[in-house]
């Protein structure tokens, strides 16, 4: 079985004793990771070591590793990640963030406005829907 496929098998069973049906957000954690003077990064974008040099053996099942992996194979982002900001991933990912963020009050406003002028009817039907799903 070639590297690649063997990569994306584990990621795979990962996901599966996670539970989680997500996209996977980033596949580098599974594929490699760098061994610098400075210590072991997961990928070319990571803001801070994750361990020392000399521990290269252990690192690529360290605690740290596995909750970078856990969550980017459930979706999201790890703090690590987040905290990378030199990544391209976490810069459309925040870039996401800001647009709803700045598009959300916009749409509550729009939404409050036209409930007035309906004289109230879309609030009452949405309450009156609410209550007979619950
Ligand atoms: S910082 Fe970016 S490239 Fe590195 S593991 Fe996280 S999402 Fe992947």
């Known amino acids: 079985m070639g590297l690649l496929n063997r ?10 004793e996670l ?16 061994i610098l ?21 252990r690192a690529w099942n360290a605690p740290a590793l596995q909750e970078i992996r856990k969550h980017l194979a459930r979706g999201r982002l ?10 391209p991933i976490v810069q459309r990912h925040l870039h996401a963030q800001r647009t ?9 406003r729009t939404l409050g406005k036209l409930n007035r002028l309906l004289g109230g009817k879309p609030a009452r039907l949405y309450y009156r829907l609410v209550r007979a799903l619950s």
Do not use: N, Q
């Open 19 to 34: 539970g989680t049906t997500s996209e996977c957000l980033c596949h580098e954690p599974w594929e490699s990771y760098y």
């Open 78 to 87: 790890s703090p690590y990640c987040l905290e990378s900001t030199g990544c």
């Open 100 to 108: 709803r963020e700045r598009w959300l009050p916009d749409r509550v």
């Open 7 to 16: 990569v994306g098998v584990e990621e795979r069973l990962a996901a599966e």
């Open 37 to 57: 003077r400075r210590g072991i990064l997961p990928c070319c974008h990571g803001s801070k070591p994750i361990a020392p040099m000399e521990d290269f053996e």
